[in-house]
């Protein structure tokens, strides 16, 4: 975890080095897997594709949630109260400032990316800056920043290539792409459902266990910037804000914003998300039930 001012996370830190072990087996033992599967001269590459499909995903993680969300990077001339705000933030937390950006959505949300804290961005809708005061919004940037200081974000990313890469090649393996130049011996249909099967087993294997860390670190955010900015009651507010504005979202904001859903301060789906193990946050009244406990921690006089 990285070091700065937010409260230290022990169940964070586990979950984290877990799913990420977890899911680095069960991602080798599908490269492997299907190398033997995949004639001998298609082996190398198979290898070569996996490790390809995980950097590619680690290097290219912000660009790819800011182009999904239609976001841009913003300077402190364009947006000076929200770099402000950040700096601020920043400095209170003791880490690097990442970049900002902007994304022209009425969906009111905002996320964290990146690959490291040095090329993190935290980004806003244009929604959510009309939505929130600004002590709702410094609540809302301080959750964010977390995210960054902790590094779930870039564990998120690694840890997503698994099941991008598994999903990719059971679509190849049920188009009989892996297993036709061995389709000439009793093996072949064998060879190929073996392929599926396994790719189906690491998808949803890392489909559940990102959702089990995903919702465990948005409560943990949610507890690090209430301590952070010892404003809980101010977060919560906002939750409920954002949660209530997702109803009245358009179509094609909430179609952009799912995308990123995972990596959203609240899931961009209408009414405020999944329930049960697809979830990847966890029920509202939750999050609220814990800045409740940290207000009255905080409001109780010292000593």
Known sequence: MATSRFIKDSGLTVRMTSVMFLLGGLFVALVVGLMYVAPPQYSVFIGLAGI????????NSDKVAMRAMRAREVTPEEAPELHGMIDRLCALADMPKPRVGVADMGMPNAF??????????????????????????EAVLSHELSHVAHRDVLVMTVASSAGIAAGMLMRGA???GLGRSRSHNGGG????????LVSGVVYAVSFLLLRLLSRYRELAADRA???????PAALASALQKIS?????????DLRAGHA????CIVPALRGGGLSGLSATHPPLQERLEQLARIQAELSRPAG
């Open 225 to 231: 910037g209430a301590y952070l900015t010892l404003k």
């Open 174 to 176: 049920q188009y009989g």
């Open 244 to 252: 209530g504005e997702s109803a009245l979202t358009p179509k094609d």
């Open 112 to 137: 964290a990316t990146g690959r490291s804290p040095d090329r993190a961005v935290v980004c806003v809708t244009t929604g959510l800056l009309r939505t929130l005061d600004a002590e709702e919004l």
């Open 189 to 196: 249909a064998a060879m190929v459902l073996v392929a599926i």
């Open 260 to 263: 990123v859903s995972a990596l």
């Open 52 to 59: 390809a499909v995980a950097f590619w995903q680690w290097w």
